[in-house]
């Protein structure tokens, strides 16, 4: 186990084995290449927590996507295929998690998903990458509809 600070849980501990390695870093976080999923509710379940494990900051507030959109897909080039070390193609999404980056600036009942740029996991590995889409995800997609959390169990 790891000891590490945290942004939101001060001084945690986390498997060294689902430390999740950003080699090229997030874009505006270039410096930050070691992170972790704080699930404090239980995996899956929003909101979940990637933290970087050598600074407490940065520390994102993420949502798993196929619980906001369940036919959410990702297209990889083949560039990303390589920064992920996935074979030819991502034939078998069950190895990919993505995640949207959720604002929250405006509170709880505010917050929204971005689904243009998702963090992309491959499982097998625990090597990520931020992916920009193409084409018209939104920014800002709301979380919360009439009171009632979109972000599902997955």
């Known amino acids: 186990m790891l ?12 498997d060294e084995n689902e430390i999740i390695s950003t080699p090229g870093g997030i874009p505006g976080f270039d410096e930050a ?7 404090p ?3 899956g379940v929003f909101p979940m927590f ?3 494990v050598d600074e407490v900051y940065p520390c994102f ?3 798993d996507a196929k619980a906001v959109a369940p036919d959410f897909t990702v297209e990889l080039t083949e560039q990303e295929n390589r920064q992920l070390k996935l ?8 190895e990919l998690t993505a995640l949207f980056i959720v604002n929250a600036s405006g509170g709880i009942a505010a917050a929204t998903a971005n ?20 084409g018209n995800n939104d920014f800002r997609f709301p979380l919360f509809s009439n009171g009632t959390n979109t ?4």
């Open 3 to 14: 000891k590490i600070n945290t942004r939101d849980f001060g001084e945690t501990e986390v």
């Open 115 to 134: 689904t243009r740029s998702p963090i992309v996991i491959n499982n097998a590995n625990n090597i990520a990458i931020q992916v920009i889409l193409p």
């Open 33 to 39: 290449k070691r992170f972790t999923l704080l699930c």
């Open 41 to 43: 509710k239980g995996k």
């Open 50 to 52: 990637f933290q970087c």
């Open 87 to 94: 074979g030819q193609g991502n034939e078998n999404d069950s």
């Open 151 to 154: 972000a599902k169990k997955t």
């Open 61 to 63: 507030i993420v949502c």
